[in-house]
Structure formats: structure tokens, C-alpha cells
């Protein structure tokens, strides 16, 4: 608290910044992702989602059967 008698809101939690201060590579990955747009995280899944060429084939055939 300070000399007027109120409670900082923020102080509360002081104890726990360290905590938060420390993250790892994988939680900023995924704090990242969070906050991501929808278009710009669906254009990175689509990326991720096209086949190579053989496996493109590969799942031709299957289809073919």
C-alpha cells in the first residue's frame, strides 16, 4: 500500500512476475498463436497441411482403389 492508504492492484501479484518473466520457448509459442489473427493462423495450417508430390500420389492411389 502507499502513504494514502490504497492497495496497489498490482502488488497483489509482485510474488508471481518472476514466475511470468521466466517463460519458456514452447509458452511463447503458443502465446504467440493466441494472439495470431484467424487469417494469418489459417494461412500457416494450410502450409503445413499441403502434401509433397509422392505423398500427393500416395493418396491419389488410395483414392483410385
Known amino acids: 500500500s502507499d ?3 490504497e492497495v496497489n492492484p498490482h502488488a497483489v501479484f509482485a510474488d508471481f512476475t518472476p514466475l ?7 509458452r511463447e509459442a503458443i502465446t ?3 494472439r495470431r489473427s484467424e487469417p494469418a493462423a ?9 502434401l509433397t ?8 492411389s488410395l483414392a483410385d482403389e
Open 3 to 5: 502513504p494514502s492508504g
Open 20 to 26: 511470468l518473466r521466466h517463460r519458456g520457448e514452447r
Open 32 to 34: 504467440a498463436a493466441c
Open 42 to 50: 489459417v494461412a500457416e495450417l494450410l502450409k503445413q497441411a499441403r
Open 53 to 60: 508430390a509422392s505423398e500427393a500420389s500416395y493418396v491419389q
